[in-house]
């Protein structure tokens, strides 16, 4: 069946589950270029911590959206969409499909569904303000005049994520509308794409405990010295760039908040939180493939064709 839309490839799931290998092996296999859909990989000078990937490990394969901010930059939802709009207008160009990888749920679907978000202009006035009272009564305050309003919200939107919880408070504020609801009605829109949403997952003992042990390794590998670069650099804890898992836990710790041991704890902790959060947040997601590497007996090769098979299915590839 052929399709009149763009192809669109999406290939997403929780943190550590493998999402890197499969999506080389992929964009090989069917001629795409992959946007990255991660919020940190986007800044340089930030490779450890957000486990970016090196030149070597992309084996060839054109990334886009990586290493293009600096870490003072503010990377946000309509950033992406307008980043990531550029980049597949680019690959379409080529010729090639754009396979979108990475587990920002968020903007997987703003690019999907191309959500419009002009109704939520920034209100310089009102940012500021719910930026004061959450330096003068901290985040879990903020967190809570936003679960008040629009608790689904609180479901998606982690409580340090100061910024996304101003964005939603600011919209409700503005609008008498919960920005719960204008996504899911943006996410009813049709997607002007022809595309594949693949989720990749594993058993959740495994994932968290590849959680563990890639913390380990990313200590192992300088993750201290980069963040201490980066805190050398002028990089503090208000900027986006630092509300990353591992980056503001180590600030903690060289700003003498927190032991060297509960920082590593936490990032562990939280990572794994994370991982549960994204989970959820797929589930709720709409025509979605899930690929349960389990039922592949965690086999490459098998779910490569499976998803080739698929995509040959949807009209994406020949």
Not at 13 to 27: D, N, Q, Y
Not at 53 to 79: A, C, K, R, S, Y
Not at 222 to 235: D, K, M, T
Not at 263 to 285: G, P, S
């Amino acid at each position: 069946m052929k399709s009149t839309k763009l192809p669109l490839v999406i290939l997403t799931g929780p943190t550590a589950v493998g999402k890197t290998a499969l999506s080389i092996s992929l964009a090989k296999a069917v001629g795409g270029e992959i946007i990255s859909a991660d919020s940190m990989q986007v800044y340089r000078r930030m490779d450890i911590g957000s486990a970016k990937i090196t030149q070597e490990e992309m084996e060839g394969v054109p990334h886009h959206l990586i290493d293009v901010l600096l870490p003072d930059q503010e990377f946000n939802v309509v950033v992406f969409q307008e980043l990531a709009k550029r980049a597949a207008a680019g690959i379409y160009s080529r010729g090639h499909i754009p396979i979108l990888v990475g587990g920002t749920g968020f903007y997987i679907q703003a690019l999907l569904y191309d959500i419009d978000f002009t109704q939520n202009d920034e209100d310089t006035q009102l940012r500021r303000s719910l930026e004061e009272q959450a330096r003068r009564e901290g985040a879990e305050a903020l967190y809570e005049r936003l679960r008040a309003v629009d608790p689904e919200s609180c479901e998606s939107i982690h409580a340090h994520n100061i910024k996304r919880v101003i964005r939603a408070i600011e919209f409700y504020e503005k609008t008498g509308k919960k920005i719960s609801e204008h996504n899911r009605e943006q996410r009813g829109n049709d997607s002007p794409y022809n595309f594949a949403y693949f989720v990749l997952t594993d058993d959740r003992e495994k994932i968290y405990q590849r959680i563990n042990d890639r913390v380990d390794l990313m200590m192992e590998r300088g993750l201290l010295e980069e963040v201490r670069a980066l805190r050398e650099s002028g990089c503090r804890k208000d900027m986006v760039s630092m509300q990353g898992l591992g980056y503001k836990e180590l600030l903690s710790y060289l700003e003498g908040e927190i032991s060297l041991d509960e920082a590593v704890y936490l990032i562990k902790r939280d990572t794994r939180h994370f991982a549960k959060r994204q989970l959820t947040w797929f589930r709720r997601e709409k025509e979605v493939i899930w690929i349960d590497k389990t039922v592949f007996d965690q086999d490459s090769q098998k779910i490569l064709r499976f998803m080739q098979d698929f995509l040959r299915e949807r009209g994406i590839i020949l």
